[in-house]
């Protein structure tokens, strides 16, 4: 079973970057896209990006918009949201998620398989 573990999280100030890494067990054909998810405490999961695979589709929260973008790297099965001037709104536990079915959604119960999360805190 695909296997997803995401790095790179921790503690900024506001305006400051930070770049998450989705490591995965396995790219194949049968994934379609892979996303950016996060949950602030006492609020639900949101999509924050998304991109497919086999080729450059991609879709962005407002929120984040201009400030954060989605890339990936099929040959190292990795894929990355570099973050960047972050606000304490942006806090929260950050997840990736993959998607089988064709389409890049951002609407977290679209995908299948999810890895464990990396907070993300945003505070002076």
């Known amino acids: 079973q695909l296997q997803l573990v995401e790095s790179g999280g921790g503690l900024v100030q506001p305006g400051g970057s930070l770049r998450l890494s989705c490591a995965a067990s396995?790219?194949?054909?049968?994934?379609?896209?892979i996303g950016w998810f996060r949950q602030a405490p006492g609020k639900e999961r949101e999509g924050v990006s998304c991109?497919?695979?086999?080729?450059?589709?991609?879709y962005y929260a407002d929120s984040v918009e201009g400030r954060f973008t989605i890339s990936r790297d099929n040959a190292k099965n990795t894929a990355y949201l570099q973050m960047n001037s972050l606000k304490p709104e942006d806090t929260a536990v950050y997840y990736c998620?993959?998607?089988?079915?064709?389409?890049?959604?951002?609407?977290?119960?679209?995908?299948?398989?999810w890895g464990q999360g990396t907070q993300v805190t945003v505070s002076s």
């Open positions: 998620a993959v998607r089988l079915g064709v389409g890049v959604p951002l609407g977290p119960y679209e995908y299948d398989y």
């Open positions: 991109i497919s695979f086999s080729d450059d589709i991609t």
């Open positions: 396995e790219i194949t054909q049968d994934y379609y896209a």
